[in-house]
């Protein structure tokens, strides 16, 4: 049965955008153009030891898709297909970079399906450019004082200067 043609078709980007680089910013851009609304939604993932805090990275995202109408940036704690069934939405944005992170965004689908029968993932490939890019890769780079000016925004840029040398006593490196 189809569904009916004024129902909101909705997506939800889950991640830990820690912190949100060039690589999710391609797929937020394109993703958004895709569907009525884009929760982008960030994980407060208890097993890992983020740099920025929950509510860090929900400012850096709305500052970054500030100028998107139809993109919102939200967090959750709980099991991915329970929080969307939670905001209604139909859809579950993964980006790929590469074939590894194909076989684990398979498991994750799988496992999102048997538990939400009603919410699809669909895979975004991410443009070639940022194939190799990673939010850990950023962080070690910026850690080392290296140069992350093409990786992530400027306002990201900032963010992780300050956090890399407030923790590490006020020191650049």
Known sequence: ??????????????????PVTMGHMDIIQRASKQFDQLIVAVLN????????????????????????????VDSFRDLTA???????????????????DFEYELQLASTNHKLNPEAETIFMM???KYSYLSSSMVKEIAHFNGNVIDL???EVEEALRRKISEKNGGSAN
């Open 126 to 128: 991410t443009n070639p």
């Open 1 to 18: 049965m189809a569904e009916p043609e004024n129902k909101k078709r909705i997506a939800v980007y889950p991640g830990t955008f820690d």
């Open 45 to 72: 993932n208890i097993s890992k030891n983020p740099l920025f805090s929950v509510e860090e990275r929900i400012a850096l995202l709305r500052q970054a898709t500030e100028d998107m109408p139809n993109v919102e």
């Open 82 to 100: 329970n929080y969307v069934r939670q905001k209604g939405a139909q859809v579950i944005v993964r980006g790929i970079r590469s074939v590894t």
């Open 152 to 154: 992530v925004s400027p």
